[in-house]
RNA sequence: UGGCCCUUCGUCCAAUGGCAGGACAGCGGACUUUGGAUCCGUUAAUGGAGGUUCGAAUCCUCCAGGGCCAACCA
């Protein structure tokens, strides 16, 4: 049978993961290689300063930054700042710090606020040529007029105002003639559009409030439609990649800088906003832990925000394979948990140092060993598996702290840690066998007696006998007392979003999200290290000397994430 | 009485009319001085019904489910 017209198939095996292509990527690679807008791929990332970036931002941001890098164009940073009420110059300099912190450099720094004038020049020009008219109904009365998603809206009475009476309207507007609310500017397109963004979308409204940049020199702002689109045209931006609820938008988009006279304009594309589990992406929802006091601040490492990660101890290199790993795409996406944490992990595992910290302290005396005695122990800061040397000398001595979930009276099955008659290694240590265990009058375990044998320093049995078991230590005598905070999830649900009816989001913030733990012991060799340090505390997770609050003598340790834990799943059996 | 968008393993992303693949998670094993890491193996999906076609995840129709739009927020 030759009539089969078989085409050849697609070669997939030489293709580079890296220049894998998303249906952004893709769309922009097209436009790239057909010179469709006559100059180099621009895109842009347009925060409003008025909060703290967070981790969907971060997945904005490697796109916009990405694809400008990728396609050797530029990607400008604009602040969205149009509404004087909720911003802020420090967001603006909490924002810029958190973009260079992730490792990305913006091609020009824009304000919106700086186009006031020639977007008020647009306007004169709309309203001259019949495409745009001043409103003197009230909020509410607008509102009503424009229907609903079911029945179409109703013109306003001033929807036909002459010209000449708009025009005077409209600089007696932006003169500070008229109260807040008193008229606003609206495009003139269709009341009965499908769309409702079309049904002669508002312009400028009228606030007396000073603008962080701009102070009082304007008293008419441009609302999000009229100033975004026209910013991404002003600045010659080809690409306008934003998240899917703009969808919409799009049209009125199009309409506005096709009315304005741009030629090739910049084209919107909207991909899935992130969503992650066990915690909140919203900026309103970020607002409201931090001005409740629900969390410290924006940078409380159980943020969502960029400055939570990184004082969590969250580095951007692990944020921005988090980015590559999911991808972009058009559907709505919620990410599990587990996914970004083996990017944090993924990241951590190949960068940071071993040390030794006991969590919850028990004491582990050996019996057999002198009491004046302090061996200093050579401990590699690395597990042979990672490709970096160095080592730490470790003190040794009679009396040890170890963990208290790493001795059982009564182990259960496949318990491999301490045990009564049990013998266990302590790491880069000895082979220690307990012989005895001491209790309060309350029956509590206080102490734990051991002998530990001379013969297996380092923690290699001369005659080769094994033992299921290695655990973590510090002596007592030379343990730094420390200060652990155990973050874990903001949340105790996986979508906080999706409440029943009527249930405040904060009702269901995980109530253990932090666990502080004072009296925790570490080795001495971090006693000089700067804040703001990591490392892996072995056999626990990894953590980060709290950058604002540890100092030398108080030493705070921030819990980035806990190792994976297998012992914990059969335990649970 | 609307418009638009989305739907592929548990989760996320591919497959662009031609063998449904990768990552994370899970499970099993090897290795291990971290119950970590690493390595090997493995479970697991095209929402449903029609249609077009030699051939459909892909194109068409209908249905179902989910999302966005009725702020002088962005």
């Given at each position: 049978m030759t009539h089969f017209n078989h085409p050849t198939p697609p070669n997939t095996e030489n293709r580079d993961p890296a220049a894998r292509k998303d249906f952004l990527r893709e769309k922009v690679s097209e436009d790239a290689a057909s010179g469709r807008f006559g100059r180099p791929i621009h895109t842009r990332f347009p925060p409003e300063p008025n909060g703290f970036l967070h981790i969907g931002h971060a997945k904005s941001i490697c796109l916009n930054f990405g694809i400008a890098r990728q396609f050797a164009g530029k990607c400008n940073l604009r602040f969205d700042d149009t509404n004087p009420t909720t911003e802020d110059v420090r967001y603006v300099e909490a924002i810029r710090n958190d973009i260079r912190w992730l490792g990305f450099a913006w091609g020009e720094e824009r304000f919106a606020s700086d186009y006031f004038e020639r977007l008020y020049g647009i306007a004169e020009e709309l309203v001259r040529s019949g495409k745009a008219y001043v409103d003197s109904q009230s909020e509410e009365a607008i509102r009503e007029g424009r229907g609903t998603v079911t029945v179409p809206g109703t013109p306003s009475p001033f929807r036909d105002r002459p010209v000449e009476e708009n025009l005077d309207f409209l600089r007696r507007m932006r003169a500070g003639e008229f109260a807040d609310g008193a008229h606003v500017l609206r495009a003139r397109i269709d009341m009965a559009h499908p769309n409702m963004l079309m049904r002669d979308p508002l312009l400028l409204r009228i606030r007396h409030a000073a603008h962080y940049?701009?102070?009082?020199?304007?008293c008419i702002y441009p609302l999000y439609d009229f100033a975004h689109g026209l910013s991404d045209a002003f600045e010659g931006i080809t690409h306008s990649l934003c998240t899917l609820e703009f969808k919409d938008n799009r049209e009125l988009y199009d309409w506005l800088v096709r009315e304005a006279g741009f030629d090739r304009p910049p084209e919107q594309t909207e991909f899935a906003r992130l969503e992650l589990d066990y915690t909140v992406l919203s900026k309103r929802k970020l607002l409201r832990l931090v001005t409740e006091g629900l969390v410290t601040g924006w940078d409380d490492p159980r943020m969502p925000t960029i400055a939570g990660l990184r004082r969590r101890g969250v580095t951007p290199e692990a944020i921005r394979a988090f980015a590559d790993t999911i991808g972009v795409a058009r559907s709505e996406a919620r990410i599990e948990l587990a996914t970004f944490e083996h990017a944090v992990r993924d990241d951590l595992n190949m960068r940071v140092p071993r040390v030794m910290a006991v969590t919850r302290p028990l004491k582990l005396v050996l019996?057999?060993?002198?009491?004046?005695r302090v061996e200093m122990l050579d401990a590699p800061l690395y597990p042979h598996d990672v490709p970096k040397t160095g080592s730490r000398p470790v003190p040794f001595s009679r009396e040890l702290w170890i963990e208290r979930d790493d001795f059982m009276e009564e182990p259960p099955k496949k318990f491999f840690r301490l045990a009564p008659g049990r013998e266990v290694r302590l790491r880069y240590g000895y082979l220690v066998t307990c012989t005895e265990v001491r209790k309060n009058q309350a029956g509590e375990i206080i102490e734990i007696h051991a002998t530990y044998d001379p013969a297996t320093r380092g923690g290699d049995a001369p005659d080769g006998r094994r033992v299921q078991g290695t655990i973590h230590w510090v002596s007592a005598a030379h343990a730094l007392d420390c200060e652990l905070r155990l973050y874990d999830r903001l949340c105790a649900v996986p979508d906080p979003d999706a409440l029943p009816e009527g249930q405040d989001f904060v009702s269901a913030l995980n109530p253990s999200s932090l666990i502080t733990v004072r009296g925790a012991k570490v080795e001495p060799?971090?006693?000089?290290d700067p804040a703001g340090s990591r490392y892996q505390f072995e056999r626990t997770g990894y953590f980060i000397s709290d950058p604002a609050d540890s100092r030398a003598g108080a030493l705070v340790f921030n819990r980035t994430v806990a190792l994976r834990d297998s012992w914990a799943k059969v335990k649970d059996r």
């Open positions: 940049r701009r102070g009082t020199a304007w019996t057999n060993y002198p009491a004046d060799s971090v006693a000089a």
